[in-house]
């Protein structure tokens, strides 16, 4: 069993950055996906991490701006956001999965989830 914990969600004014992080007990190395998901719509693929750190994979929309990275010692795995816009604003999920396949931005590739962390990019 794998339990996540989201957090670093805030509010950001356009152009500015937020770390999250996710925290695991249970851990292993298992690949952390993230998600979000805006109001009124459906939940979106963000990015992939496998195990080691070393392949990761971005949605076209954050690509430049987000990087995934992990702590392995710290059972971490954070995602940098850099130059926010608007329409980044959503709830924020980390979720794992036993690696970052060619289905890695789908939500059933995943078997543990957590809560959520909101992010809100406003002036």
């Known amino acids: 069993q794998v339990q996540l914990v989201e957090s670093g969600g805030g509010l950001v004014q356009p152009g500015g950055s937020l770390r999250l992080s996710c925290a695991a007990s249970?851990?292993?190395?298992?690949?952390i996906g993230w998600f979000r998901q805006a109001r009124g719509k459906e939940r979106e693929g963000v990015s992939c991490i496998d195990g080691s750190g070393d392949s990761k994979n971005y949605a076209d929309s954050v690509k430049g701006r987000f990087t995934a990275s992990r702590d392995n010692a710290k059972k971490t795995v954070y995602l940098q956001m850099n130059s926010l816009k608007p329409e980044d604003t959503a709830v924020y999920y980390c979720?794992?999965?036993?690696?970052?396949?060619?289905?890695?931005?789908?939500?059933?590739?995943?078997?543990?989830w957590g809560k959520g962390t909101q992010v809100t990019v406003s002036s």
């Open positions: 979720a794992a999965s036993w690696g970052c396949t060619t289905e890695w931005y789908t939500s059933g590739h995943y078997a543990y």
């Open positions: 249970g851990y292993g190395y298992y690949a």
